[in-house]
């Protein structure tokens, strides 16, 4: 079974942290470029941070110094740490397997950020 799925989404107030884990199955994990989106209402879909097989990272201008994505191959999962969370993040989170062109995405968390 392929299978991509995100968790750890909720409700924050503003300078609050969230963790954000991306399960993959069925794929060989280590083999596939991971990414996070993020759509706020009435934007279009961002780039949020990448991680490639050879360990390294990327950032939007917009969350770097504060986000934090990394990845564990033995449990088949990407990670999302996200501090000092501002009302601006507010969106849905979706992760992005890739391989060869190929994306897989899951179905997306919802991070609020809100007093």
């Known amino acids: 079974q392929v299978q991509v799925a995100e968790s750890g989404g909720g409700l924050v107030q503003p300078g609050g942290s969230l963790r954000l884990s991306c399960a993959a199955s069925?794929?060989?994990?280590?083999?596939?470029?991971m990414s996070w989106f993020r759509r706020a209402p009435g934007k279009e879909r961002e780039l949020v941070a990448t991680a490639s097989t050879g360990g390294t990272t990327s950032y939007a201008d917009s969350v770097k110094d504060r986000f934090t994505i990394s990845r564990d191959n033995a449990k088949n999962t990407v990670y999302l740490q996200m501090n000092s969370l501002k009302p601006e993040d507010t969106a849905v989170y979706y992760c992005k397997a890739v391989r060869s062109g190929v994306g897989l995405w899951g179905q997306g968390t919802q991070v609020t950020v809100s007093s």
């Open positions: 069925g794929i060989m994990f280590r083999t596939y470029v």
